[in-house]
């Protein structure tokens, strides 16, 4: 329970940027990598928690780019998650990691819709335009005193990769 706090945080950021989402609205999340991955299994599980009892509609696309890697393939899955966008007419899309944001997510700064929530993004926000007034999210950061004790505190727009060990230091 305790690694899923980074991803609840992102959900509620989320719910909190669009109320339309909080009354009974849609959800996509986009994932870099696949189902199976314990990373995006993590977001994933992390976004249904804090979900739940919301009313709001999820639908979770995977855009497989870890373990197909070639530029083609990540131009071709950005390509079908904005078909998924199409179809679906989310209120609210969470865009997990570099990935998401860089074939897909980006190309959405400064519209009314879909609202933007990005996560686990390592790369500076403006690489992708952000901020805009459609998109929130949190960055992961990590300083030399942090990384020797393997965690760091985490906040919205910056966040450490190891940020689960103390993600409670944000809520206190």
Known sequence: MRKLWPWVLCML??????????????????????QGYSWSDDIA????????????????????????????????????AKEKVAAFKPDVVIAADDNAQSYFAKDYVGLSRPQIVFCGVNAEASTYGYPAANVTGILLRQTSRESSRGHSLC??????????????????
């Open 45 to 80: 599980e992390g976004v249904r928690k804090g979900l739940q009892g919301s009313g709001a509609t999820l639908e979770v696309f995977y855009m497989d780019t870890k373990r197909k890697t070639s530029e083609a393939w990540k131009m071709r899955a950005g390509a079908l």
């Open 155 to 172: 906040s919205p727009w910056s966040c450490s990769a190891k940020s689960r060990k103390t993600f409670g230091l944000l809520l206190s």
């Open 13 to 34: 950021l989320a719910l909190g940027f669009s109320s339309s989402a909080t009354a009974a609205g849609k959800v996509l999340l986009v994932q870099s990598y696949h």
